[in-house]
């Protein structure tokens, strides 16, 4: 499986206790991160973020289990400027390199209200009508979103029940692992603690795109 982010820490912060799961089960995960998230206004620890970042992405997918991972440098903030042709092709490319028989991503929302994670998972899913591939989205339940949304300001979008297709059961111990890697991002006062709380031993997958049946 094949995760498709746009930012080092979407791997872990979002969809950790997924991939962790997925290797638990004997699943080989990839990672293909689309920027290296040099435009965050968090600074849990000092330095340059274009490098520290780069780093902490390769230590929390080592920490989740992931085979590969592949950060590429467009522009933190501005994914949905990209030519969608190139971003297509770059995910086509790590589809052909890791083998991969279906992708991991976002949910087309973005789900935390960033657009460059609708843009990663739009580049994504163009990929996957032109390779045939399956395609999971990452989501939260509806309830959880409204919560964080009062609670925190935020601008989370979620899914009523019906519109969930898999209730994964997780051990968020590897993912807190991986999460704690990202010292430049994951400070005390994210909202990402309290959606963890939220969620508890619990995520949500959206089945995006089914391949076409091969005759």
Known sequence: ??????????????????LAAFVH?????????????????????????HRL??????????????ATSTLLGYPDGALSGVCRSRLVGDVG???????????????????????????????????????DLPVLGWTLLATVAATLNAERGTAFTGHAPADIDLVVPVDRARQRAAIAAHASQAV???VLWRRLELLAGTEHLRRLRAPHRRE
């Open 1 to 18: 499986m094949l995760a498709v982010v746009a930012h080092p820490d979407d791997e872990s912060f979002g969809l950790g206790a997924v």
């Open 25 to 49: 089960t004997g699943a080989r995960a990839a990672v293909l991160c689309l920027t290296r998230g040099e435009a965050s206004t968090v600074h849990g620890v000092e330095g340059d973020l």
């Open 53 to 66: 970042r780069a780093r902490e992405l390769a230590t929390a997918a080592a920490t989740l289990g992931v």
């Open 93 to 131: 490319d790590a589809v052909r390199d890791t083998g991969t028989d279906g992708l991991l991503v976002f949910d087309p929302s973005g789900v935390t209200g960033h657009p460059d994670h609708a843009a990663a998972t739009a580049a994504a899913l163009a990929a996957a009508d032109v390779l």
């Open 188 to 190: 005390p006062t994210s």
